[in-house]
């Protein structure tokens, strides 16, 4: 017998969960494979402007922007396990034409299909763990989808740097990996998903009401009016635009500011190494987490980026990148699936999930794509000291308003305590 996954409110087959996990394989794909190819971009393409290589960087991004949105807005009045089908497969034929393409103009033109085909999946990445669980299953599955996103963008840079030195079109082979989902997407069909309604075994953090649903011990948004819930919300979304632009600072200004000081590749990919590595593991013990920190998780991660930014910008030494990296993605890679778990909160249904996740992810790659416009013209040394800096910033508003809704924890423990108290 096919093994079940519990959810909160019943139990799915374990194909299905893998299934809707594969989807993350590909979110932060954007962008990767072009990276290599600004080093050589002048020899590939004799006579290319700066303005065209700019763009062939920063177009994808702002079309991702507008089609996440898109995406949230479809996914309420269309199936969604089709608009991941459709989203995979631009993602995918965008890959596969870049094997074909030979001028820059058509780079940019394939590059902004592929942010098209890649906006419409990204929420829904993580709106269908956001419909098929609940309180401490949802919170512990928003972990794991970060965890497995960061984790495949660690592979796939690696895949990148061995193949980028045979044929400037072999790195784009990253962008293929859209099969994998495509192929388990059978098991998003409503015959799997329907699964999720057979209760016939009582949940562990949940607690079943007269009319047989699953009522989480997690706090609802049923006594919020529409306008509190747009409140939190645009508190969420702003406060994940400033940790992404304050974290992903470290990508953008690491390697000039280890250049500067005479520190070679090697060493400048090691540390990027460590700031991804630290990215991904928190998804995957997110529970652990949030269970041993508790109301102090955001402080805690607000602090470590904090210290991380400032150890690199004011210690010249390779431990003291090493270790600004690592405390600057734990601080990230902690906070990454909280804000998602709190959209997810937010929806006043679960047909809505996918739409509330849509506004805050897009905070995510918005901050990507502002990042080096809002650090233009600083040296890379000043622009770690501005990222620490803003989240001083942050720090003091989080522990000023420390219990309202997007610096608290108390959604995200109640699962857990009440799993707790019925055990």
């Not at 607690?207 to 948004?221: I, L, M």
């Amino acid at each position: 017998m096919m093994r079940r996954i519990p959810t909160g409110k019943g139990y799915i087959p374990l194909l299905t969960l893998l299934a809707i996990w594969s989807i993350s394989l590909v979110v932060d794909l954007p962008g990767l494979a072009i990276s290599p190819l600004m080093s050589v971009i002048d020899t590939v393409f004799p006579g290319v402007t700066h303005l065209e290589s700019q763009l062939l960087e920063i177009l994808p991004n702002f079309f991702i922007f507008p089609f996440i949105l898109l995406s949230g807005k479809l996914s309420m009045s269309r199936n969604k396990t089709g608009l991941v089908v459709l989203g995979l497969l631009i993602f995918l034929a965008s890959g596969i034409a870049y094997f074909f393409v030979d001028s820059i103009w058509g780079l940019i033109v394939v590059s902004c299909v592929l942010g098209m085909g890649c906006g419409l999946v990204i929420p829904l990445a993580a709106g269908l763990l956001a419909d098929t669980f609940t309180g401490k299953y949802r919170l512990e599955q928003m972990g794991i989808k970060s965890g497995i996103a960061n984790f495949t963008l660690i592979i796939a840079t690696l895949v990148v740097g061995w193949t980028e030195g045979h044929d400037w079109h072999m790195p784009f082979v990253v962008y293929l990996v859209p099969v994998v989902p495509l192929v388990m997407s059978v098991f998003l069909c409503k015959r799997f998903l329907a699964r999720n309604n057979d209760v016939d075994e009582p949940c562990t953090d949940s607690q079943t009401g007269k009319d047989g649903v699953a009522e989480t011990a997690a706090t609802t948004t049923d006594a919020v009016s529409p306008r509190d819930v747009r409140r939190r919300l645009w508190g969420v979304i702003l406060f994940y635009l400033v940790v992404t632009v304050s974290g992903i600072t470290l990508s953008f200004f690491i390697p000039f500011l280890m250049a500067s000081h005479h520190m070679g590749d090697d060493a400048t990919g090691y540390v990027s190494a460590a700031f991804y590595l630290a990215l991904t593991l928190p998804g995957f013990m997110l529970g652990r987490v949030v269970t041993w920190l508790r109301e102090r998780t955001v402080a805690v991660c607000v602090g470590a980026m904090i210290a991380g930014p400032l150890f690199i910008a004011f210690v010249p030494e390779l431990w003291a990148y090493f270790l600004g990296a690592a405390l600057t993605g734990f601080g990230y890679g902690v906070l990454q699936p909280i804000f998602y778990d709190k959209a997810s909160a937010l929806a006043p249904t679960a047909q809505a999930s996918t739409r509330m996740l849509s506004y805050v992810m897009s905070a995510n790659y918005l901050g990507i794509a502002v990042c080096p416009l809002f650090f233009g013209g600083l040296d890379s040394r000043m622009a770690f000291i501005l990222s620490g800096a803003c989240m001083v910033v942050v720090l003091v508003v989080a522990l000023i308003w420390r219990r309202s809704f997007p610096f608290s924890i108390n959604n995200e423990l109640a699962a857990y305590s009440h799993k707790k108290a019925i055990s």
